[in-house]
């Protein structure tokens, strides 16, 4: 399936998944099945290609341009180790789609905690990492945000 055609499917068929859970099994329930969602995938995706960033921010850079197909991200240095990621062209939050409750990319911020614990599996001297949405664009954010924290 060409790039077009997965992207049409995915907002085709996302914001009435979306759509389900919330009403069927109410707001926590549905986030969480979302961030099941996202670390399913990840878990799979890591049996046969893992990012070989020097550091966990080129490593995240890395995930968002080969597996998520972004390159419109910043990443914003916070307290300590931990650090925001911007992102401008969110696969999951696109423009129409509106849902203030639940933020639709939280199944990227725990792709990227998955792949990034998977990884710290192998090379225990990356810290393990907890990666949470904190705004989207369907929640009516100008962008999605990540922040990932060091444990």
Request: hydrophobic share 40%; charged share 30%; glycine share 4%.
């Amino acid at each position: 399936m060409d790039e077009k055609a997965q992207t049409i499917l995915l907002q085709a068929t996302y914001p009435e998944i979306v759509s389900v859970l919330k009403r069927s099994m109410g707001k926590e329930a549905c986030v969480e099945i979302l961030r099941d969602l996202g670390a399913i995938a990840a878990k799979t995706v890591s049996e046969y290609w893992l990012p070989k960033g020097k550091n966990i921010q080129d490593m995240v850079k890395e995930i968002f341009k080969k597996i998520l197909d972004n390159k419109d991200i910043k990443i914003v240095k916070e307290k300590g180790q931990n650090f925001l990621v911007q992102d401008f062209e969110c696969r999951l939050c696109w423009e129409g789609v509106e849902e203030e409750d639940i933020n639709y990319c939280v199944s990227t911020s725990a792709f990227i905690e998955e792949i990034l614990n998977v990884i710290r599996k192998s090379y225990v001297y990356l810290p393990s990492v907890k990666v949470s949405t904190i705004k989207s664009k369907a929640a009516g954010a100008d962008h999605c945000e990540h922040l990932i924290e060091f444990l």
